[in-house]
């Protein structure tokens, strides 16, 4: 069983991290869940949804990171042991997954650096400041660079947990997982509606 | 401030009941997210998440209701309580929402009698015979009847939930919604391409 972590911390976006996570739970026979933040105990979501998680350090590292976005990564963005914390994460992980403001807490690791990848429209120019050097790309309803995927906003990220699968699982994998959820996938990573 | 209370319960569907309050949270001068489970206290999803919730007598029963379904409704289908106690709560509510098959749930109380609805595909055949009498129609992304609202599966609680709201607040709102999560909205619910 490959380990999918997703990270949790006061403020996060409901969706962004969820989406991702019924989509992976998909795949029961590959993938075990498990939910974290630094220090563990109850991480509370914009949306006022009381999760409990487990601390940073009983993560096995070498699983797939999803990192989330939402209101709480403006003050991240500044917590030097938090950045820190998630490069060393990031830089064990198999693969790293960002959605939305997610993409600037990557960035500000560095790890981005000369790589292409995307945020979401509504903050874009502040994830943009987060990470110089980043190929930002503003067009794209996820970007895929090296072990690193990133999306636009909230929702995006569901399409791109299924594009991830569909380039390690292939496409009948993804289409299934589709069936089952009766989800419509904007399969196509470059087109993005939110930027015409 | 209408409460928009969600009903949680041992392996329910994680995007069937957090998809909707993503979308509810846009109007966070409207209403207000609550979760509840029959005793309170921690319900973990088919997902593994570990959410706190308050219990059903802490609902202010006025508001509106959202039902998820998931693995968890095989067991509280036949639980006469918990179907009791979610008839009454469906009868004082403004407007009853109901995912996947979480509209097996509301079947089951009797207050679809009647009614068109509509649930997911997987589990279609389950569903309807747990709802003597309700007009089932399996070929729509959601049903509206009456102040009943119920969708297919699982990812069709979002469009439901947009459809609610444009219903209600009018289809810019709705839209408005869908540009800042950056969610492509199948807006039609007579629209389900997993009926073909």
């Not at 069983?1 to 019924?22: K, Q, W, Y």
């Not at 963005?77 to 950045?83: A, R, T």
């Amino acid at each position: 069983m490959i380990a999918f972590n997703v990270l949790l911390f006061e403020g996060f976006e409901t969706l962004d991290a969820f989406g991702p996570v019924e989509i992976i739970s998909k795949l029961p026979k590959i993938y075990k869940l498990d939910y974290f933040s630094i220090n563990g105990g109850i991480i509370i979501s914009s949306q006022q949804i009381s999760v409990n998680t487990l601390p940073f350090s009983a993560i096995d590292t070498t699983g797939v990171l999803l990192i989330p976005g939402g209101l709480g990564t403006r003050k991240l963005i500044d917590d030097i042991d938090f950045i820190n914390s998630i490069k060393l994460l990031s830089q064990r992980a198999s693969h790293v997954l960002t959605v939305c403001t997610g993409s600037a807490l990557l960035a500000k690791t560095g790890l981005l650096h000369g790589k292409k990848a995307t945020s979401n429209k509504m903050a874009f120019d502040w994830v943009c400041s987060n990470g110089n050097g980043v190929n930002w790309t503003k067009k794209a309803r996820w970007a895929n660079d090296d072990k690193y995927y990133t999306s636009s906003g909230v929702s995006a990220g569901m399409d791109m947990t299924l594009g991830f699968i569909c380039d390690i699982y292939g496409e009948e994998t993804a289409q299934d997982i589709c069936k089952y959820i009766e989800y419509i996938w904007n399969r196509d990573k470059d087109n993005d509606p939110f930027d015409p």
